[in-house]
């Protein structure tokens, strides 16, 4: 497909090429369900090669493609209340169990991060990659380096939590680590264990707008579902803290801020118990001065465990509610062995774990000494 940017006609050719693009999909779509197969993924690289070099946008297309906008909104909608109701029942006490039932429901919320909860809400189906034609292009957006396209259809879902979606967060994982890995490998552990010979080149001036003005979107889009890939989050804190210290970026405070809260910091609270990655979060934290850790810590409270992140809102509940069943059999004789457990729960949430044992300390004396 070939249009002249002077043909007084262009508006109407890249109509009608979206038109027909749109068609071919339903068409490919409708013949492939007969057979269960989805969609081919040639063909949303094919279109995204097209948006790439300018022949139209996304904007264009965005309309010919399903599911229609009005569904996805409502089924976001529901999806969203019905996580948010499921985090909100787990702090309520069922007065008319019995026994056996409690035992039950204290060993199925046992996890100490969010990958060991296993939720009963079925995945919607906008988040299904046979269903939704939007996510899958903007993938392979991303597949094809098509970066501020790729950004500007992000922003356009980011009421769906897109990243949710596993495809396309795989796809926002590699794009970020091809970014991050120039600026990582000067200071990565291998080199400064093993130099090699002749050392890494120094990031340059582009390298560095990249990183400004391509991951730094792509991570707070993402927010706390980097956690999927902590070696990825940890070059990521530690190229962070280096720009930090070095003032490679004008201005990189403010970012610093922006990701601790958005994104360092939720994927803690979701994450596996990571000792390793506390440490490192720490050391770039350390960097900042005191009033900005606070106001980070603050800023993080009252905006993060809240609606419409149901996953922070259900860990919180989860954090809240392990710290008090351990703070109620925690005794002097076997504080070692609580203070193990607690200790896990405490690295991954620690301002819910700590106001929690603090309201228990203040309740019951006898705990002071224990906690």
Same mark, same amino acid.
């Given at each position: 497909?070939?249009?002249?940017?002077?043909?007084?006609?262009?508006?109407?050719?890249i109509s009608t090429s979206c038109k027909s693009l749109?068609?071919?999909?339903?068409?490919?779509?409708?013949?492939?369900?007969?057979?269960?197969?989805?969609?081919?993924?040639?063909?949303?690289?094919?279109?995204?090669?097209?948006?790439?070099?300018?022949?139209?946008?996304?904007?264009?297309?965005?309309?010919?493609?399903?599911?229609?906008?009005?569904?996805?909104?409502?089924?976001?909608?529901?999806?969203?209340?019905?996580?948010?109701?499921? /985090?909100?029942?787990?702090?309520?006490?069922?007065?008319?169990?019995?026994?056996?039932?409690?035992?039950?429901?204290?060993?199925?919320?046992?996890?100490?991060?969010?990958?060991?909860?296993?939720?009963?809400?079925?995945?919607?189906?906008?988040?299904?990659?046979?269903?939704?034609?939007? &996510?899958?292009?903007?993938?392979?957006?991303?597949?094809?380096?098509?970066?501020?396209?790729?950004?500007?259809? &992000?922003?356009?879902?980011?009421? &769906?939590?897109?990243? #949710?979606?596993?495809?396309?967060?795989? /796809?926002?994982?590699?794009?970020?680590?091809?970014?991050?890995?120039?600026?990582?490998?000067?200071?990565?552990?291998?080199?400064?264990?093993?130099?090699?010979?002749?050392p890494p080149a120094k990031p340059t001036a582009q390298? @560095? #707008?990249?990183?400004?003005?391509?991951?730094?979107?792509?991570?707070? %889009?993402?927010?706390?579902?980097?956690?999927?890939?902590?070696?990825?989050?940890?070059?990521?804190?530690?190229?962070?803290?280096?720009?930090?210290?070095?003032?490679?970026?004008?201005? @990189?405070?403010?970012?610093?801020?922006?990701?601790?809260?958005?994104?360092?910091?939720?994927?803690?609270?979701?994450?596996?118990?990571?000792?390793?990655?506390?440490?490192?979060?720490?050391?770039?934290?350390?960097?900042?001065?005191?009033?900005?850790?606070?106001? %980070?810590?603050?800023?993080?409270? /009252?905006?993060?465990?809240?609606?419409?992140?149901?996953?922070?809102?259900?860990?919180?509940? &989860? /954090?809240?509610?392990?710290?008090?069943?351990?703070?109620?059999?925690?005794?002097?004789?076997?504080?070692?062995?609580?203070?193990?457990?607690?200790?896990?729960?405490?690295?991954?949430?620690?301002?819910? #774990?700590?106001?929690k044992m603090l309201d228990q300390a203040i309740a019951?004396?006898?705990?002071?000494?224990?906690?």
């Amino acid at each position: 497909l070939k249009l002249s940017t002077t043909d007084s006609h262009n508006a109407n050719a890249i109509s009608t090429s979206c038109k027909s693009l749109a068609n071919v999909a339903k068409d490919e779509k409708t013949e492939l369900e007969k057979h269960s197969r989805s969609t081919p993924l040639g063909l949303y690289a094919v279109a995204a090669h097209l948006i790439k070099q300018g022949i139209f946008t996304f904007d264009e297309l965005y309309a010919y493609l399903g599911p229609d906008e009005q569904i996805m909104q409502e089924a976001c909608t529901k999806y969203m209340m019905e996580k948010n109701q499921e /985090a909100a029942k787990i702090s309520h006490v069922n007065l008319q169990s019995t026994g056996t039932q409690t035992t039950q429901q204290q060993q199925q919320l046992n996890p100490t991060h969010y990958l060991q909860y296993q939720s009963e809400i079925a995945v919607p189906s906008f988040l299904k990659p046979e269903e939704n034609q939007k &996510l899958q292009l903007i993938v392979a957006l991303l597949n094809a380096q098509a970066n501020q396209a790729a950004l500007d259809a &992000l922003r356009t879902l980011e009421y &769906l939590d897109p990243c #949710s979606f596993e495809p396309l967060r795989k /796809a926002a994982c590699d794009q970020i680590s091809t970014i991050v890995q120039p600026l990582y490998l000067p200071i990565s552990t291998t080199q400064l264990l093993f130099p090699s010979n002749p050392p890494p080149a120094k990031p340059t001036a582009q390298q @560095f #707008s990249d990183f400004e003005h391509v991951a730094i979107p792509l991570l707070r %889009i993402m927010g706390p579902h980097i956690f999927h890939d902590p070696i990825l989050l940890t070059k990521v804190t530690r190229v962070a803290k280096e720009l930090l210290s070095n003032n490679a970026i004008a201005h @990189f405070h403010a970012h610093v801020e922006t990701l601790t809260i958005e994104v360092f910091l939720p994927a803690v609270a979701l994450m596996n118990p990571n000792p390793g990655y506390t440490t490192e979060l720490w050391k770039l934290l350390f960097c900042l001065h005191y009033e900005q850790r606070y106001r %980070i810590y603050g800023t993080f409270l /009252a905006t993060e465990y809240e609606s419409p992140n149901h996953a922070l809102v259900l860990m919180k509940e &989860l /954090a809240g509610q392990q710290t008090s069943r351990v703070g109620k059999r925690i005794v002097k004789d076997a504080t070692k062995a609580y203070g193990r457990v607690l200790a896990k729960i405490v690295v991954c949430n620690p301002f819910i #774990s700590f106001d929690k044992m603090l309201d228990q300390a203040i309740a019951y004396d006898n705990l002071i000494g224990c906690i």
